[in-house]
């Protein structure tokens, strides 16, 4: 680990660049860069990806293995704890089937933050204070520190069971296929910045994303929890709305500000200036703005959540199904016969006037 900051610490480090020195140093060294390379097509990609991909086949076994470990800790997990307490909870069906998801996405995102946190501030590596760090000392098939490989295989083998989970365990939503997209653009990067050794910029990257998974879904389960038992409590509403405001203002901080001008710059800009010919560097920028294009595109779905605060007084999920019943509810939880009343499906949803009904009020569908 100390081979790869060692050279980095006499080197003076360069200022964060703003919007504007994104756009046009980045434009003109990528429009350079590809004027220069005048072999650049499918052959050249193709023996550079020889020359350059590192991974073995026990680590390729070990990513379906985790992947599918993730799977089944899961669905224990749902089965043995975060359905009875949803029920314990008594919160209403529709809440009660979306809990375990959101509780699932909680304690993943909490524990994988952390790590990261650890392992850009507590230890010996610079890259987030010095993103340009991350390609000091870069050489094809260098040896991956075992702390950054731990945290490549929790993460990749999670998003490889997140593209499963998606269409198959969570609750479909409008941006449900941009979510999928999401993570196979994700594992891809995952993959091929440890095959070809851009680790140390994937832990920037999963530490700038991860922050927001936390606070989305901790505003999602005190959503659910302020109405539990046809009730309303004052300290879940709170709870909701503090992580309802850190959660938009987070977005932007890590995802529309720190993660362009940090890792796009230092992978667009200064990768060439410490390996000249660096590999599959169109490849992994194009796959870093996509990422970029999608932060912008859920941007919008917070805009329209805060608009949505504002006019209603309400915390909910913007990119839920409007239509969406309870008939998922009573085929996922294993509720009593007693429990699946009327009240219940009346206490949530008066589709058939256009209107919403909350805690026994009812109001105007505003979005």
């Known amino acids: 680990m100390s081979s790869q900051t060692g050279d980095a610490g006499s080197l003076e480090v360069e200022p964060m660049p703003g919007y504007l020195d994104l756009i046009t140093r980045a434009s003109s060294v990528m429009l350079r860069a590809w004027r220069d390379c005048s072999t650049c097509g499918l052959e050249l990609s193709k023996r550079t990806l020889l020359d350059n991909a590192y991974i073995t086949w026990t680590e390729i076994a070990l990513f379906f293995f985790c992947a599918f470990l993730w799977t089944q800790v899961r669905r224990g997990l749902t089965e043995s704890l975060f359905k009875p307490l949803a029920q314990w909870c008594r919160l209403l069906p529709k809440d009660a089937a979306k809990m375990p998801e959101s509780t699932w996405k909680l304690v993943f995102y909490t524990m994988s933050w952390s790590y990261s946190t650890y392992l850009l501030f507590f230890t010996s590596y610079s890259f987030f ?66 095959a070809f050794r851009y680790h140390n910029v994937g832990i920037l990257v999963l530490f700038l994303h991860d922050i927001n998974d936390i606070q989305l879904e901790f505003t999602k389960l005190n959503v ?61 920028n194009a796959l870093l703005l996509a990422l970029l294009l999608m932060n912008i595109y859920w941007f919008l779905f917070i805009v329209i959540f805060v608009v949505k605060v504002l006019k209603m007084k309400e915390v909910n999920d913007v990119r839920e199904y409007e239509d969406e019943d309870g008939n998922k509810t009573a085929a996922g939880l294993h509720r009593n016969p007693q429990a699946a009343n009327n009240e219940d499906d009346a206490g949530h949803h008066n589709s058939a006037q256009g209107k919403h009904v909350q805690n026994g009020v009812t109001k105007e569908k505003h979005l």
């Open 129 to 194: 204070h010095d993103p340009p760090s991350v390609f000091y000392n870069w050489k094809s098939g260098m040896p991956v520190p075992t702390d950054i490989a731990i945290a490549y295989l929790i993460q990749g083998s999670f998003y490889g069971h997140s593209i499963y989970a998606t269409v198959y365990m969570d609750a479909w939503r409008k941006d449900s296929a941009v979510m999928v997209v999401h993570h196979i653009i994700t594992l891809a990067l995952i993959c091929f910045s440890y």
């Open 224 to 284: 659910y929890l302020k109405s539990r038992g046809g009730g309303y409590y004052l300290l879940n509403d709170i709870l909701s709305n503090m992580g309802s405001v850190s959660f938009s203002i987070t977005w932007f901080w890590f995802r529309l500000y720190w993660f362009p001008l940090k890792v796009l710059y230092a992978t667009c800009v200064s990768s060439l200036q410490s390996v000249p010919n660096i590999p599959f560097y169109f490849f992994f």
